[in-house]
């Protein structure tokens, strides 16, 4: 991960902000810090071209109080934050190291800012994102399901629907391709940055796509879906669930297809994996709602992308 040495080259410490009456500092933590900045980020693990801040307290004890990640995508600049748990100061952090990001992403002439999750309407990261000129840029449904229900009903379907898939149809798992494969696909569905598909495409990347379980769905040579996913804990998210036969049957069958792949591959005696979570933007709700009802699951509350433009500070 680069956190530090060439990554832009531009006179950040000129931005950082200094020592305040409520002894709160924002700065670029040192190379012998890097190791407890990065630890607050450790159920998120960060993009490798991350940069962080940490929000510090000297008093009584020098101590991190929270940090924020911040990568460019392009002409967005995307950000994550975390805290210390427990922490008075968190709300005054977390606001420092917002602006803090917002005047680094100016200085190297970038035009938007967003946050790299989506986020729930109680998120507590919500009311700093708001006061800091940030809206909902698009919301997205989110449906659960058992993990181990919905691998039987999608192998007791496909067996159902075996004639009507078209022979013409494989399915193959993603680590047989590189990400390339299928980014001009997905790439309309605005599901996920293309260098993000790429950075969890990778073998080695900690909180990357399972990629035996995730595949693709090919029409001959031709890819017409995409199910990529990804573990944490006992749960898989489905980030990207594309399929596009210009067939809305097709479409169903699709589907189909494409978890009939995930469950044989996972097997049925493996029992680490209890959860299904599927996500569904504006295109798709209706149909994500109707998988997840087929696979017996339900719906959770949504959550939403936050963003904001650069071109103006806010307040």
Not at 134 to 150: C, G, N, W, Y
Request: net charge positive; glycine share 6%.
């Amino acid at each position: 991960m680069i956190i530090s040495g060439a990554f832009y080259r531009i006179q950040l410490i000129r931005l950082v902000t200094g020592p305040d009456p409520s002894d709160l500092t924002v700065r670029e933590p040192s190379p012998t810090e890097i190791g407890r900045a990065l630890h607050l980020f450790r159920t998120d693990p960060l993009p490798r071209q991350a940069r962080v801040f940490v929000a510090v307290k000297t008093r009584p004890l020098e101590r991190f109080v929270a940090a924020a990640a911040w990568w460019p995508m392009g002409d967005t600049l995307g950000f994550r934050l975390a805290v210390q748990p427990g922490s008075a100061d968190r709300l005054a952090a977390s606001d420092r190291l917002v602006r803090q990001i917002a005047e680094c992403g100016r200085a190297l002439g970038i035009r938007n800012m967003r946050y790299a999750d989506l986020l729930l309407d109680n998120s507590e990261w919500v009311p700093t994102l708001k006061e800091n000129g940030f809206v909902i840029l698009h919301s997205e449904r989110f449906f659960e399901a058992s993990a181990r229900e919905s691998w039987a009903r999608t192998v007791e379907m496909a067996e159902r629907m075996r004639d009507k898939i078209p022979p013409s149809w494989h399915t193959e798992s993603i680590r047989q391709h590189p990400p390339e494969t299928i980014l001009d696909f997905i790439e309309p569905f605005h599901l996920m940055p293309a260098d993000e598909v790429r950075d969890r495409w990778r073998d080695d990347c900690p909180y990357g796509f399972e990629l035996d379980l995730s595949a693709i769905l090919f029409d001959g040579a031709r890819p017409v879906g995409a199910f990529l996913m990804r573990r944490k804990l006992d749960v898989l998210f489905v980030d990207v669930r594309v399929v596009q036969t210009g067939n809305q049957l097709l479409n169903s069958l699709g589907n189909v297809a494409l978890l009939r792949h995930s469950a044989l591959t996972y097997g049925s005696a493996r029992r680490d994996i209890n959860r299904l979570q599927f996500r569904g933007g504006e295109m798709e709700h209706r149909e994500t709602a109707n998988l997840a009802m087929r696979m017996g699951g339900n719906e959770l509350p949504p959550r939403h992308t936050f963003a904001r433009s650069l071109l103006h500070k806010s307040g």
